[in-house]
């Protein structure tokens, strides 16, 4: 399969200044520190063009003995980092930006946390606006200014406190939010959305003319630092606007910058994923303790066996290039042994069909909430 880091496409190291401004590109040592948090065992990737409509940027979390090995294989990243005239780098790992969020339940609560366990942000650089009285004491408790609810002023004070403004709401609710935030907006705001389906279109449209805005998509696993993440630039965005939003979302996990018609099958597919994996890991739990294992013992096997099956698709071959899942499934399915078994009866019940009818089932509802 293609390199995940693409490196035949990498970029000088000037032209990664040029393109990223004062923020680190990432891949630069500094960068790498800055991920250093509980969960990164950290080893950046970078595909990128000098044509921002080609930009393709990826970054992943890696185990750190696979580190040494895999970054032989990029050779434009370690020269790069000894270059004399990169971008200037900045002390210290923490992004300087006020980041603000207005609606900060499951998904905005999860970038929260998962920025600070990153370290690229800390929780008084952070103000959310909240509805409810549970959310406001939940995340008073972290720490973070709390404001009441946006469309009661809330929206003002999140915009009189932050440059960099996240979008945590119902996509449902997104149309009175942009209207409550649109007078406070200024030039120094960076919005960003991560609501499902809405069109960096209909955000533009929703705030004042020149405002820029970059439409995301998270995971929750951004919590842990492990999100799967995929994000659009609106046509106002700078190249520091890039910069900024790669930094923040790959602090947390893998980011992709892609196209918008690809949103709602990113949506679909990373997304609501995570549903889709837990749910797998339930059943296949279910599934041993049917077959005499306890609880506590099914649900710890099966857990990590979603992990270890997910990472060797990134590190089996041990060059940085991912590796077909059919081929590492062929490796574990012995002749007349037990896999095959298990496979033919997954194949009956029409497991795969099953899989790309959900995350097709949930792009469609992404594209019809657009
Ligand atoms: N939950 C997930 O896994 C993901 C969610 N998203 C997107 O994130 C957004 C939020 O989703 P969730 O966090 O799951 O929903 P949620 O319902 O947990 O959080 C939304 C929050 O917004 C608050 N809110 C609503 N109106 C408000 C107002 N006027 N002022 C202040 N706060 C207000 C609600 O009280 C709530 O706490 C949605 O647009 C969704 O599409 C995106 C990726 C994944
Ligand atoms: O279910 C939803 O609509 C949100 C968007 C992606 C994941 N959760």
Redesign the pocket.
């Known amino acids: 399969m293609s390199p995940v880091g693409c490196a035949a496409n990498a970029g000088t190291a000037r032209e990664q200044a040029r393109i990223w401004g004062t923020w680190p590109a990432p891949g630069k040592a500094s960068f790498l520190h800055t991920n250093a948090g509980p969960f990164s065992r950290a080893r950046l990737e970078r595909c990128q063009t000098p044509e921002r409509s080609e930009r393709n940027v990826l970054a992943r979390c890696e185990d750190g003995q696979q580190r040494h090995a895999a970054s032989s294989a990029l050779p434009e990243m370690v020269e790069s980092e000894s270059e004399p005239d990169e971008a200037p780098q900045p002390q210290s790992g923490v992004l300087p930006d006020r980041i603000g969020f207005?609606?900060?339940?499951?998904?905005?609560e999860a970038l929260i946390r998962g920025f600070v366990a990153s370290g690229i942000s800390t929780f008084d650089r952070i103000s959310a606006?909240?509805?409810?009285a549970e959310?406001q004491h939940a995340l008073n408790s972290l720490g973070l200014q709390v404001f009441g609810?946006?469309?009661e002023g809330?929206a003002a004070d999140i915009a009189a406190n932050s440059d960099v403004i996240f979008l945590?709401?119902?996509?449902q609710?997104l149309d009175g939010?942009l209207e409550a935030l649109s007078p406070h907006v200024t030039p120094k705001h960076l919005v960003i959305s991560?609501?499902?389906g809405v069109r960096v279109a209909g955000l533009e449209g929703g705030l004042p003319e020149g405002t820029r805005v970059v439409r995301v998509?998270?995971?929750?696993p951004c919590l842990i630092g492990q999100a799967a993440s995929a994000y659009v630039l609106g046509n106002n965005a700078t190249e520091e606007d890039a910069s900024k939003t790669y930094a923040l979302m790959s602090s947390v996990g893998l980011a992709i910058n892609v196209e918008e018609r690809m949103m709602d099958a990113v949506t679909g597919l990373s997304?609501s994923g995570p549903a889709y994996v837990f749910m797998m890991v339930e059943a296949l739990a279910d599934g041993a303790v049917l077959a005499g294992l306890p609880r506590d013992k099914a649900l710890a096997l099966a857990a990590q066996t979603v992990i270890g099956a997910a990472r060797m698709v990134f590190e089996a071959s041990g060059d940085g290039t991912m590796t077909h899942p059919a081929v590492l499934k062929d490796k574990v399915t012995s002749p007349a042994g037990t896999t095959i078994s298990g496979v033919a009866e997954l194949e009956t019940s029409g497991v795969r069909g099953a899989l790309i009818r959900a995350v097709r089932a949930a792009a469609r509802r992404s594209e019809e909430l657009g």
């Open positions: 207005i609606g900060a339940g499951q998904m905005g606006s909240v509805r409810s959310r609810n946006a469309l809330g945590g709401v119902k996509p609710y939010i991560i609501a499902a998509m998270p995971n929750t997304g």
